[in-house]
């Protein structure tokens, strides 16, 4: 039966094809297509690590005291019982016979459309060994993880409705769907084989959907319940304007969303060709289009589609997803250095703004332990130690980044972004510190470049007191993700409060103006790098209020670039102007 959940629309597109459920503690498995003659391979590891694990609890058995408590004896059994269950076993061999699952894959899946039917057991007892089987699984997978098959796979082949219609075998199109997916797991999947993603929690500007939006496929976040309502293997789509996951579709449906799929594809080919046009409006007025980047790597999509620089790194990414039990749990000064380095020869001479770590809150710095420690620990991780609050309380990492920024300097243009600042007294430790990193390097003898020095205004604070700011840096950033989340006391990873985040509200759209405003007049340059700057719908409004520098996900640029070149900044003006003394300014952008 087709039914239908509503969630926030996080990346354009369409996305139509079968749900891969993954628990959200799992994500991190690795997912990838094996090719026909590594089937038997395949079998056989998850064989072995099963074996390994039935081995492993004889080995308990054998060497339990007589006079065990008998629950624990059960225990093993029902463990034992699990692991040669034939659902279990031909159940994996058929993901990976069938699909070309990687074994860890295989058996995830499998263990998932288990998991399902043990919750829908009438009894409790039974219902209960659903933890056991995730236990075994749990060591099935620890056993593999030192016998990973080689990696090589392709990517699938993104079929066409008729395909789709036709055939339903490998490579069909596979969708995400998870309860979450941290940040750092999400980036993980850049390389992915999901045409899709659907979580059921996190808000439009959560890092997971920023993340999500980088990757620029269709992913649908706060779609809540889907990881229950939804089965492994369905058959869904995605409308990721419309925030919208169908279930079950019917023929008619798929051939709609098909021709709509097609529609998107069209017009991203017919938006390509303005890549080397220059973002330039009808009156004449130049406008930066510039990119967001988590990893160096993606400074070559940024090229591709004729950004004129990186206007935000997020350099967070670099610390995350690491383990926190190992020594280097946090990159040090050289391998940093690398990364940035990569990221300014990467984009050719054009400028990068490397913004300083920016973790805590919905970005742990591992997707698990920390989150669980951030929730007990913190009621209120987003108003506790995140960005430069946490840099500024280690200072001698705080040093280690800003020395590895520095000297990437000398190699391009780069400039330097602290983010989260509102007091002047974090002004000030923080340009000490930088003082010191140059101070370290020239002790050393190691060359460092020049940076530009610019402050993110995204708490309303900074907003308020942006004369401080102009004082102290060359340029400004708004951060409008966490300015609005301050501003409206509305936390922008909460889906249940998703539909108050409101970029329209009238004080948002007063501190972004205000902030652009006194920037200008003060001969500086201001820059939004939230995503308001990356959503077409504001385009007009954010140059009417005078903005003439954006950045954005790669993938939003040219659509971008396309509102601007027809644009009349002369008009917006007064327009714009309206709209920031409406009552409604959301009412007021249709009906002026
Ligand atoms: C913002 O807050 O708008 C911003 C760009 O930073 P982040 O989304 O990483 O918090
Ligand atoms: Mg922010």
Redesign the pocket.
């Known amino acids: 039966m087709t039914f239908s959940i509503h969630g926030s629309a996080v990346a354009r597109g369409i996305a139509i094809g079968r749900a891969v459920l993954v628990a959200s503690s799992r994500v991190d498995v690795a997912h990838y297509f094996i090719e026909a003659s590594q089937i038997q391979a395949e079998v056989a590891r998850v064989r072995a690590g099963r074996d390994a694990v039935v081995d492993e609890i004889h080995r308990l058995q054998a060497a339990m005291p007589k006079d065990a408590p008998q629950e624990l004896t059960a225990l093993l059994d029902v463990h034992l019982m699990l692991l040669q269950d034939e659902m279990l076993t031909s159940g994996v061999k058929q993901w990976i016979t069938d699909r070309l699952y990687n074994a860890e894959w295989a058996l995830t899946s499998q263990m998932e459309v288990l998991a399902r039917q043990f919750d829908e057991m009438e009894d409790e007892y039974l219902r209960e060994r659903k933890a056991d089987l995730e236990q075994v699984v749990e060591r099935v997978l620890r056993y593999m993880r030192g016998t990973a098959a080689p990696v090589a796979h392709s990517t699938p082949r993104r079929k066409t409705q008729q395909d789709l219609l036709l055939d339903d075998t490998v490579d069909v199109p596979l969708i995400l769907v998870a309860h979450d997916v941290s940040p750092a797991d999400m980036l993980q999947f850049k390389q992915s084989v999901f045409a899709g993603f659907v979580t059921d929690v996190g808000g439009k ?1 959560s ?1 997971t959907a ?1 993340v999500a939006r980088s990757l620029d496929i269709p992913a649908v976040v706060g779609a809540r319940l889907s990881s229950q309502l939804i089965r492994q293997d369905d058959w869904i789509i995605i409308d990721g304007e419309a925030g919208v996951v169908i279930v079950d579709p019917s023929p008619i449906i798929l051939a709609e969303y098909g021709f709509k799929q097609r529609q998107g594809e069209l017009e991203r080919t017919r938006l390509a060709r303005l890549r080397n046009t220059p973002a330039i409006t009808l009156d004449g007025q130049r406008v930066e289009l510039l990119a967001n980047i988590e990893m160096p790597e993606d400074a070559a999509n940024a090229l591709s589609v004729g950004a004129t620089g990186v206007g ?1 790194f ?1 350099s967070e990414f670099l610390f995350m997803g690491r383990s926190t039990q190992t020594q280097n749990h946090l990159p040090d000064e050289d391998e940093q250095y690398q990364a940035y380095v990569r990221a300014v020869l990467g984009m050719q001479g054009l400028p990068v703004t490397i913004r300083t770590v ?1 973790v805590g809150a919905d970005k742990p710095l591992d997707s698990r332990h920390d989150r669980t420690l951030n929730d007990e620990a913190h009621l209120n991780p987003a108003l506790g130690l995140r960005a430069i609050r946490w840099s500024l309380a280690d200072p001698a990492m705080f040093l280690t980044q800003l020395r590895a920024i520095l000297r990437a300097a000398a190699l391009g243009p780069v400039n330097l972004l602290i ?1 989260m600042l509102a007091h002047l007294s974090e002004i000030r430790q923080t340009l000490a510190l930088i003082d010191q990193a140059r101070a370290e390097l020239v002790q050393r003898g190691q060359a460092f470049g020049p940076v530009r020095l610019g402050a ?1 205004i ?1 708490i309303p604070a900074a907003a308020l007191t942006l004369k401080t700011f102009l004082r102290y840096f060359d340029f400004l950033s708004v ?5 609005i989340q301050y501003t409206l006391a509305i936390d922008r990873a909460d889906e249940s409060v998703a539909h108050l985040y409101d970029p329209l509200h009238p004080a948002v759209l007063h501190l972004v103006a205000e902030t652009i405003a006194q920037g200008h007049a003060q001969g500086k340059s201001v820059s939004v ?3 308001m700057a990356g959503d077409v719908s504001l385009t007009r409004l954010l140059l009417g209020m005078g903005l003439r520098s954006f950045s954005m996900h790669p993938s939003q640029i040219l659509a971008v670039k396309q509102e601007v070149l027809r644009a009349d900044t002369v008009k917006l003006r007064a327009w714009a102007q309206k709209v920031l003394e409406a009552e409604d300014p959301a009412e007021a952008m249709t009906s002026t």
Not at 479 to 483: A, E, I, P, Q, V
């Open positions: 500007t890092h920023i935000l997020r920016d983010p993110m995204e951060g409008t993700n966490d300015l790098c939230g995503e």
